[in-house]
C-alpha cells in the first residue's frame, strides 16, 4: 500500500502545472518511498539513499518556490502598486520583482537629457515610470516610449 500510494503521488506530480504543487506533490511520493524502502527487513540502500535525496531536493525546491510567491510583503506600497501595474502580468514573481527593485534605484531625469547613443554599450537599464522618452534611430526621431517601456533594453544587454 505505501509503495503503491507512493508512486501513485509520484504521477500525480508530474502532471501538476502548478510549480509548488508539483514539488509539494513529489516530496510526499518519494517520502512514501523512503519510508517503503526503510520498512523492508534488509532495504535495498541505492534506491533508499536516492529517494531521500530527492525529498530533500524537492522540499528545499518548494521552499524557494514558496519564499519567491510570499516574499512580497517585503515590498513597499510604492513597489507592489509599481509591480501590479507593470510587471505583474509579464510573468514577474513578486519575489523576482522584490529583487529587482533592491538592485535598482530612483533617478529623476531632466527634459532632455541623453540616456543612450545608438552603438554604445550601456551600464544602465532605465524604466520608465512617469513620463516618456525618445528615440532616435539614425539621428532621426523614430517612437515614443511611455510609461511602463524600458528605453534602451537592448544597448543594455549587448
Not at 500510494?5 to 516530496?27: C, E, P
Not at 532495504?43 to 510567491?69: T, Y
Amino acid at each position: 500500500i505505501i509503495g503503491n500510494g507512493a508512486y501513485l503521488a509520484l504521477a500525480s506530480g508530474f502532471l501538476m502545472t502548478d510549480m509548488i504543487s508539483l514539488r509539494l506533490m513529489l516530496v510526499s511520493g518519494y517520502t512514501g518511498l523512503v519510508a517503503f524502502h526503510a520498512l523492508h527487513k534488509k532495504p535495498l540502500q541505492i534506491p533508499l539513499r536516492w529517494s531521500a535525496l530527492f525529498v530533500v531536493v524537492n522540499g528545499g525546491a518548494a521552499l524557494l518556490l514558496f519564499m519567491d510567491e510570499w516574499i512580497g510583503f517585503l515590498l513597499s506600497e510604492e513597489e507592489l502598486a509599481l509591480y501590479d501595474e507593470h510587471f505583474k502580468d509579464d510573468g514577474l514573481t513578486k519575489g523576482q520583482f522584490y529583487y529587482l527593485m533592491k538592485m535598482s534605484k530612483k533617478e529623476y531625469i531632466k527634459d532632455g537629457s541623453v540616456l543612450t547613443q545608438e552603438g554604445r554599450v550601456s551600464p544602465n537599464l532605465y524604466f520608465i515610470h512617469k513620463g516618456k522618452a525618445k528615440v532616435f534611430h539614425h539621428s532621426a526621431f523614430a517612437a515614443y516610449i511611455g510609461e511602463g517601456g524600458f528605453v534602451n533594453d537592448v544597448a543594455f544587454q549587448q
